[in-house]
T-cell receptor
Framework: AQSVTQLGSHVSVSEGALVLLRCNYS??????LFWYVQYPNQGLQLLLK??????LVKGINGFEAEFKKSETSFHLTKPSAHMSDAAEYFC??????????????FGTGTRLQVTL | GAVVSQHPSRVICKSGTSVKIECRSL??????MFWYRQFPKQSLMLMAT?????????EQGVEKDKFLINHASLTLSTLTVTSAHPEDSSFYIC????????????FGPGTRLTVL
């Protein structure tokens, strides 16, 4: 079974500060991991994905995430927060394969607030 | 590329009526689409997996007679909420799985359903 834990339902940073959103996963097989961003009343936009290639993954809007197997983590970072980064962020995992095995399991989400 | 649309974006209906929500993959074919439900300030919960040309697969606890899913073509899946009640009010989001990477899903912008 696969699962995702996002530590911190709410993170607040100052504009220009480092953003760190935490995600830990559990998977019985090598996982595929994703970060999605959701703005109010909108769907989910893919930020980045890990698919067993490079462990440091770069995404859109300056975000990146590092897959650490030993820590079962896939934390999302951005060196300098911008006001437009304020949104809800979801980490998700899939064990790959076809059929039911390709379902995404989402974390509970982290709301990022960016202050002046 | 990989754009998914939903229609309508917002719907208000009276209790007892049925509401149909459309999910379309605009620039790619999707043999599999997914329907999620999201309550305020919560994560996405998978309701069902929609497969083109066959019956949908529902998650445990989701009433298939209440949430009718039809995936009649490679670019269109519909979710019909039958005999809607206020407790069905929610944000419904669909996603489409790509053919070039079956682990990757692109999400629609969501539909806000309010049942009076």
């Amino acid at each position: 079974a696969q699962s995702v834990t996002q530590l911190g339902s709410h993170v607040s940073v100052s504009e220009g500060a480092l953003v760190l959103l935490r995600c830990n996963y559990s998977s019985s097989v090598p996982p595929y991991l994703f970060w999605y961003v959701q703005y109010p009343n909108q769907g989910l936009q893919l930020l980045l994905k890990y698919t067993s290639a490079a462990t440091l993954v770069k995404g859109i809007n300056g975000f990146e995430a590092e897959f650490k197997k030993s820590e079962t983590s896939f934390h999302l970072t951005k060196p300098s927060a911008h006001m437009s980064d304020a949104a809800e962020y979801f980490c998700a995992v899939t064990e790959g394969g076809t059929g039911t095995a390709s379902k995404l399991t989402f974390g509970t989400g982290t709301r990022l607030q960016v202050t002046l | 590329g990989a754009v998914v649309s939903q229609h309508p974006s917002r719907v208000i209906c009276k209790s007892g009526t049925s509401v149909k929500i459309e999910c379309r993959s605009l620039d790619f074919q999707a043999t599999t689409m997914f329907w999620y439900r999201q309550f305020p300030k919560q994560s996405l919960m998978l309701m069902a997996t929609s497969n083109e040309g066959s019956k949908a697969t529902y998650e445990q606890g989701v009433e298939k007679d209440k949430f009718l899913i039809n995936h009649a073509s490679l670019t269109l899946s519909t979710l019909t909420v039958t005999s809607a009640h206020p407790e069905d009010s929610s944000f419904y989001i669909c996603s489409a799985r790509t053919q070039w990477d079956i682990r990757l899903q692109f999400f629609g912008p969501g539909t806000r359903l309010t049942v009076l």
